[in-house]
């Protein structure tokens, strides 16, 4: 009943600056989406809610660390903003929806075994950091997706999750360096428009 969020967001996307400036310039080129087996939200378009500094950090991360950034070249750290609508959104921040994951993990935890299939991890991209690839919650999420569109259910126009990474904030923390909501698009109607995110301008105050 509430699937549906009012009101339009801003999201973030660290990519190259010729990618930013192609997709703001030209209308009808939209930013593509990332289809890996180890995305966080399954397959769309990502964006960083509200969140300008982790899109950036996100960016460089790619061009510097990131060893399977083989589609998506980074010469030029930089950053797209983009309004947008979520739509008919799978929030998983929402107490409904949540029960929805676990049951789509049961059916496919029960799928593989039947099968005599292994069940996929989640599993860091560096020795004992965080979880960075999601095989396992992208399987669960992906999972709904076909389960709707099997069963002709109206399908998810985009994934919404928090996360918790990055070392704790402070001793004893329940806080992370990198704590994040972060948005998948699957419709790419939800995406309003594109634009490039100013500076902030030090002569006034922020609103």
């Avoid at 500094?53 to 980074?74: M, S, T």
């Avoid at 309004?83 to 994951?101: P, S």
Wanted: hydrophobic fraction near 35%.
């Amino acid at each position: 009943m509430y699937s549906k969020r009012s009101g339009l967001i801003l999201g973030f996307h660290g990519c190259d600056k010729s990618v930013r400036d192609e997709v703001v310039s030209k209308n009808g080129v939209l930013l593509k989406p990332s289809n890996n087996d180890y995305d966080w939200l399954g397959s769309g378009v990502y964006f960083w809610e509200n969140n300008y500094e982790r899109a950036l950090d996100f960016a460089k991360f790619l061009k510097e660390n990131h060893p399977h950034n083989k589609k998506q070249v980074i010469k030029e750290p930089s950053v797209v903003g983009a309004v947008i609508d979520l739509g008919y959104c799978l929030d998983l921040l929402d107490a409904e929806n949540l029960k929805f994951l676990k049951q789509s993990y049961n059916l496919l935890k029960l799928s593989r075994e039947r099968h005599n299939l292994n069940i996929p991890k989640n599993v860091p991209l560096f020795e004992n950091g965080d979880l960075l690839k999601r095989y396992l919650d992208c399987a669960v999420i992906e999972s709904i997706h076909q389960f709707n569109k099997d069963k002709k259910k109206q399908e998810f126009h985009s994934v919404r999750g928090v996360f918790f990474e990055g070392k704790d904030l402070y001793e004893n923390s329940g806080f992370k360096e990198k704590n994040h909501i972060q948005i998948a698009i699957r419709n790419p109607n939800c995406i309003k428009g594109y634009f490039i995110p100013r500076k902030f301008d030090a002569r006034y105050k922020r609103p």
